[in-house]
C-alpha cells in the first residue's frame, strides 16, 4: 500500500530510478468473460430472441414454423462454427461480432421488407423489397475482419435466414441484378414487344439493384473502422494504412539509429517475401519487421550497425554488461510502441523477434575470460569458488518465443539479415549454407516450438532468405575514373558463384545477429 514512499526513499538515494516502464493493462476479468462458456451461451440465447422478435412481428405467415426452422438453422450454424472455425469459436468477443453482425443484417432486412409492404411510399412496391436489402453486409464485413471463410460461413446462413446469397461491391449490385431478372423481381419485361414495357420502371427497379450493392459496400468500409477497434481487430486495409515510413518512430530511426534503419527495411523485404512464399500475411510481416528494433533507439551506438570505426562501446565494459544492455532493446521497444500507441501485433512480435535465444558473441567472450581469470588463478593461487561461473541463462534474452507464423518469420529474418552482413564474398553456396545453418539452429534451441510453422514451410522460408539474399548482395562492375580507360572485366566477376562486395571491417561485435 506504501510502496511509492518506499520507492520515492529509494530515488532519493539514487538506487532506484524515477522512470517507470509503461505495462500493456490486464484485465482478468475481461479475460475470464472472453472464454467463459455461460457468455457464450448468453449470445446465442439473445440471438434467438432476436430471431423470434424478427420472425413473430409484422403479418408473416406461420411464424411458429418458421421460427422453429430458424432455430435448427441456429444449432446447425454454432456447430459448424465449432467445428471449422474452433478458435473463433473459443473467443466470446469473436461469437459476438460474427452472430452481432448476421443479426444487425437480418435487422434491416425486416425493418425494410415492413416498409415496402406498408404501402405508404408510392415509389417502394412490395415487390421491391428484394432489391434494396444490403444482401451482402455481414459477408463483407467478415470477410474483411475475419477472412474469406467467415465471411462465406455468413452468407451461406444469411442466405437460409433471408433466403439469398451474394458476393461483393459491383459485382453485388450485378449479381442482385441478374438474380432480380431472373426470377422476375424485375419487369416483368416483354421481350417480344419491347414498346409495351414499362421502362421508367425497370429503369429503376435496376438502379435499386445495383446501387444496392455500391451502397452496402461502402457501409462497410465506414463501419470497418469502428469494427476494428471494438473487437481489436487489424484487417489487411490497416495495416497498409501502417505501413507508412512517416511514422514518428521510423523518422527518429532515420536520424539517431540510420543503420538499424537500413537493418529494419531489409529484414521486412525478407520477411514479407517469406510470407507471402507460404501464405501468411506478408503487410503484417513488413510492418512488424519496421518496428522489430525500435528499442534501439535508447542507445543505438552499442549495436554494430551504428557504431563508428572508431571505437567499440563494449571494449569498456564486461560482458555481462555488454548483454544487459543488447538485451534491454526489447524492453525499450515494447515501452516505446506503448508510448505511441502501436498495434498490439506489433507489441508482441518485439517481445518475440529473439525468443530465449542466447547473446553468443558476449557468451562467448565470458566463457573465455572465465577461461583466462581461471588460468590466472592458478598462478595467483586463487580458489576456484573466488572466480564466478558463467550462466548460460543470464546471457538469454526473457522471450517469449515466437507465437505465431508471422512473429517466427520476423524472427528468423532478423537473425538472417543480421548474420549476412559478415559474409566476406558471399557467393550463393554461402549464402544457403548460412540461411540453413541458422534455421537449424533455431529448431535445436526450440526457439520455434510455440509457432505453427511446418518443416516444408521452413524450407520455402529458407529458400526466399537465399533467393533475396542473392539478389541483395551481388557484385558490381567497378567504373574506370574520369580519363582512365576501361580494364577488361575478369572472368570469375561475371560469375554468380564468386560474387564479391565490400563489407565493413569486423571491428565490431556481431551483437545484432545474436
Known sequence: MFDFLKRGRLIRRGLASRKIRRRRARSELARNLEYAPYMKALIFVVFAGGLAFLVFSGQQPEPTKNFVIALLVLATAITQLWINQPKTFS???????????????????????????????????????????????????????????????????????????????????????????????????????????????????????????????????????????????????????????????????????????????????????????????????????????????????????????????HDDLAPTMSV????????????????????????????????????????QRALQQHEDARAGGKIMKLREDDIPDVREESFRYSGPKPQTKESAIVSLADTVESASRSLEKPTPQKIESLVNELIEERITDRQLDDCDLTLGELKIIAERFRFTLLMMLHSRIAYPKHGQKTPKPREDTLRPDVMAVTRRPPTAPPVSAA
Open 91 to 313: 473467443q466470446s468477443s469473436r461469437i459476438l461480432l460474427v452472430f452481432g453482425v448476421i443479426l444487425a443484417q437480418l435487422a434491416v432486412t425486416k425493418l425494410l421488407l415492413v416498409i415496402c409492404n406498408s404501402g405508404n411510399y408510392q415509389f417502394l412496391k412490395p415487390e421491391m423489397g428484394g432489391l434494396i436489402t444490403p444482401y451482402a453486409f455481414a459477408p463483407l464485413v467478415l470477410s474483411v475482419l475475419l477472412g474469406r471463410h467467415h465471411g462465406l460461413y455468413a452468407a451461406f446462413f444469411v442466405s437460409l435466414w433471408s433466403s439469398k446469397l451474394i458476393g461483393a461491391g459491383i459485382g453485388v449490385g450485378l449479381a442482385i441484378w441478374l438474380l432480380s431478372l431472373t426470377f422476375g423481381l424485375i419487369g416483368p419485361i416483354n421481350w417480344l414487344f419491347p414498346t409495351a414495357n414499362d421502362w421508367g420502371m425497370i429503369g429503376l427497379q435496376s438502379a435499386l439493384a445495383v446501387g444496392n450493392g455500391i451502397l452496402t459496400a461502402t457501409l462497410v468500409g465506414g463501419a470497418l473502422p469502428i469494427l476494428e477497434q471494438l473487437f481489436q481487430i487489424t484487417t489487411d486495409i490497416s495495416w497498409l494504412e501502417a505501413s507508412d515510413l512517416n511514422h514518428p518512430l521510423l523518422r527518429r530511426m532515420t536520424i539517431e539509429a540510420p543503420g538499424t534503419y537500413h537493418h529494419s527495411l531489409v529484414v521486412a523485404n525478407l520477411a514479407e517475401a517469406a510470407a507471402e512464399a507460404i501464405g501468411a500475411n506478408a503487410t503484417l510481416c513488413r510492418v512488424c519487421s519496421y518496428f522489430h528494433d525500435v528499442g534501439k533507439l535508447v542507445k543505438p551506438e552499442y549495436f554494430t550497425e551504428n557504431m563508428s570505426f572508431e571505437r567499440n562501446p
Open 324 to 363: 544487459l544492455i543488447i538485451i534491454a532493446h526489447v524492453k525499450e521497444g515494447v515501452d516505446l510502441a506503448l508510448k505511441y500507441k502501436l498495434n498490439q501485433r506489433i507489441i508482441d512480435i518485439i517481445q518475440e523477434h529473439h525468443g530465449t535465444s542466447v547473446v553468443r558473441y558476449f557468451y
